[in-house]
């Protein structure tokens, strides 16, 4: 099973501020990583795939990058919605696995 | 607009069993790929198990192989997750959510809003 490690746990910043969340993989997964974000009591929603493509209706203020173990989801200028948990998430080996996610958390 | 909504959650015995259902529309069901996503309160995302479009290959979590069983009905545009010897760790918030592509396992752009299972004595 491939194990995603995110970092940092918590991620204290302002609005406005550039926020940079880490995924790292066990074993090499390609490019095959998505973002999720989950606001508090909501369903988790696509934000990137294939790790460095916005999904549909995503804001140009996320960006992504990465392949094969390192990846990167970057916020350029956090909105007061994007106050949240991100997820990472394989999808090269089954089980498809989910990191622990990032809190980002208004400072 | 696609829309995903699960139903039969609730609280259950340990030993027990429910049957969750995931109704779609907005979407051509039969042509994508499912998947049932776990999230136990205050934790973070699980995935559970996944079917490919027409339901010809089930994928699952090692915890739950044997005791759960994904399944479809195109002809009436849902999923279905059967739980049986339900532990207390199964206790959690039950998200469907539908591929983005044809592959199975492609990341998932619509998620339903849960439905949650408590498995308590």
């Known amino acids: 099973e491939i194990v995603l490690t995110q970092s940092p746990a918590t991620l204290s910043l302002s609005p406005g501020e550039r926020a940079t969340l880490s995924c790292r993989a066990s074993?090499?997964?390609?490019?095959?990583l998505a973002w999720y974000r989950q606001k508090a009591g909501q369903a988790p929603r696509l934000l990137m795939y294939?790790?460095?493509n916005r999904a549909a209706g995503i804001p140009a203020r996320f960006s992504g990058s990465g392949s094969g173990t390192d990846f990167t989801l970057t916020i350029s200028s956090l909105e007061p919605e994007d106050f949240a948990v991100y997820y990472c998430?394989?999808?090269?080996?089954?089980?498809?696995?989910f990191g622990g996610g990032t809190k980002v958390e208004i400072k | 607009e696609v829309q995903l909504l699960e139903s039969g959650g609730g609280l259950v015995q340990p030993g027990g069993s429910l049957r969750l259902s995931c109704a779609a529309s907005g979407f051509t069901f039969s042509s994508y790929g499912m998947t049932w996503v776990r999230q136990a309160p205050g934790k973070g995302l699980e995935w559970v198990s996944s079917?490919?479009?027409?339901?010809?290959?089930?994928y699952y979590t090692d915890s739950v192989r044997g005791r759960f069983t994904i399944s479809r009905d195109n002809s009436k545009n849902t999923l279905y997750l059967q739980l049986n010897s339900l532990k207390a760790e199964d206790t959690a918030m039950y998200y469907c959510?539908?591929?983005?592509?044809?592959?199975?396992?492609?990341?998932?752009?619509?998620w339903g809003q849960g439905a949650l299972v408590t498995v308590s004595s």
């Open positions: 998430q394989q999808r090269n080996n089954w089980p498809l696995t």
């Open positions: 074993q090499g997964v390609n490019s095959n």
């Open positions: 294939d790790a460095s």
């Open positions: 079917t490919s479009n027409s339901g010809g290959s089930t």
């Open positions: 959510a539908k591929a983005s592509a044809s592959a199975t396992s492609s990341p998932f752009d619509y």
